[in-house]
């Protein structure tokens, strides 16, 4: 079946850097596509960034342009999401997504474009 395991995340002031990484374990588990989402009190869940493995193709939310990145290791099946000048507003649970298949919706910052999901890990950034 596979699963994600993230790891990373915790607590830092604004203007400080965090990062976050996960791992999709599982052999037949192949994804196409692996990002970032997060959700705060009361908000839904919103795109942060992805990346297509194998392909390398980038995708950020503008209000993350500049001051996250996202990278992968195709042979770990692992994303990496590299947060830096971080304000309060990035407080939030982040999630790890996958897609296993293209993005044949047209869209790559839908829930419905992924297909498994992580636990979750806590970002708190205090003022």
């Known amino acids: 079946q596979g699963q994600l395991v993230e790891s990373g995340g915790g607590s830092v002031q604004t203007g400080g850097s965090l990062s976050l990484s996960c791992a999709a374990s599982g052999r037949a588990f192949i994804p196409y596509a692996m990002g970032w989402f997060r959700q705060a009190p009361g908000k839904e869940r919103e795109f942060v960034a992805a990346?297509?493995?194998?392909?390398?193709?980038?995708f950020y939310a503008d209000s993350v342009k500049g001051r996250f990145s996202i990278s992968s290791d195709d042979a770990k099946k692992t994303v990496y999401l590299q947060m830096s000048s971080l304000i309060p507003e990035d407080a939030a649970v982040y999630y790890c997504?996958?897609?296993?298949?293209?993005?044949?919706?047209?869209?790559?910052?839908?829930?419905?474009?992924?297909?498994?999901w992580g636990q979750g890990t806590q970002v708190n950034v205090s003022a």
């Open positions: 997504a996958v897609s296993l298949t293209p993005f044949y919706r047209g869209t790559h910052d839908q829930t419905a474009d992924y297909d498994r």
């Open positions: 990346v297509t493995l194998n392909g390398g193709s980038k």
